[in-house]
């Protein structure tokens, strides 16, 4: 698939990766993870017209499911599995057909239970969205155990 490790323990990033290839919604949509670091993941997809809403731009939804699934995916990066506790996205600019979009997320910080995090949805240099995300650990990661 292309992904990079950017520093995390080879197993984490394979499970991390794999999962996300066998996601049912990933692959409904056509997003990918771009990359995966400590703290850090990038997921990217290709608009398409089935991305579309009613006013025949892409959908915004897209856009969060990118910013949350980044932030996610940044969280799962440090060995936790966190769920979606709130979300806020400013929708700053349209998004574009036929372009690669790109989303980076980040946590800012894992506490015991509560885990924030941020994405920045790009296509190219262009900001599209903003998202501040608030997460609740559910519990570790059991990769070390896998393959």
Do not use: W
Request: a neutral charge; charged letters at 20%; glycine letters at 12%.
């Amino acid at each position: 698939m292309g992904s990079k490790n950017l520093g995390i323990d080879e197993r984490l990033f394979d499970h991390i990766v794999g999962t996300a290839e066998d996601m049912p919604f990933y692959t409904l949509l056509g997003v990918s993870i771009s990359a995966v670091g400590p703290g850090y993941a990038e997921l990217s997809v290709t608009t398409r017209r089935d991305h579309a809403n009613p006013l025949g731009t892409v959908h915004g939804g897209l856009l969060l499911t990118m910013a949350d699934g980044a932030m996610g995916n940044a969280i799962r990066s440090l060995g936790m599995i966190g769920v979606t506790v709130d979300c806020s996205t400013a929708m700053i600019s349209p998004t574009p057909f036929g372009e690669k979009i790109v989303a980076q997320g980040r946590v800012l910080k894992a506490g015991r239970n509560m885990i924030f995090a941020e994405s920045k949805v790009f296509a190219g240099e262009k900001l599209l969205a903003d998202t501040r995300g608030t997460f609740y650990k559910t519990s570790d990661i059991d990769y070390r155990n896998q393959g």
